[in-house]
């Protein structure tokens, strides 16, 4: 399967597909008699071959998946459901503008790049805090030393 493609999903395979994706992922809800369906997805095959490698396309038939259809409470088609770690995060419906959606799709992949470099961040002080904790066990360990060795000199000196 293509990154680029958008994958047809159906009731049956929805949760498998859908939500076991690492990326952002966009549900177009279709049907197959609508013009405007079909014109809408022209656009967003195009969307999909910009956004290959960063989000996943997905188009549901409401009238052949009803559970899905109804677990979104989707009224309209076409509908676009914007999901990010198996939440919905936007929704368009009827109309749908590619610059609109475009721009979410930018701003949604920034905000996760951003969410990454902070989680990198904390990650690397995690490891730098976890890195200093061992020398200063051993300037410990090493000002006990001392500190017994001086014990034992003024023990001989006092005899």
């Known amino acids: 399967m293509n990154n680029n493609e958008i994958v047809e999903v159906t009731d049956a ?33 195009d969307l999909a071959d910009e956004y290959q490698d960063k989000v996943r396309f997905f188009k549901l038939d409401i ?3 009803p559970r899905i259809k109804s677990r979104f409470k989707v009224r309209l088609a ?16 009827t109309d749908i503008d590619p610059v609109e959606l475009a721009d979410y799709l930018e701003e949604l992949l920034q905000d996760i790049e951003l969410v990454k470099k902070q989680a990198k961040e904390i990650l690397d002080g ?16 090493k000002v006990k030393k001392i500190e017994k060795k001086e014990e034992k000199r003024g023990g001989k000196e006092k005899k």
């Open 63 to 65: 009238e052949r998946s």
């Open 13 to 45: 395979t929805f949760d498998y597909e859908v939500l076991g994706v690492d990326k952002p992922s966009l549900i177009y809800f279709t049907v197959s008699w609508s013009r405007a369906c079909r014109d809408q997805l022209e656009i967003l095959e």
């Open 78 to 93: 076409p509908t676009v459901v914007i999901l990010r770690t198996g939440e919905e995060v936007r929704r368009y419906s």
């Open 126 to 141: 995690e490891k730098q805090k976890k890195k200093k904790v061992p020398k200063r066990k051993k300037k410990v360990k």
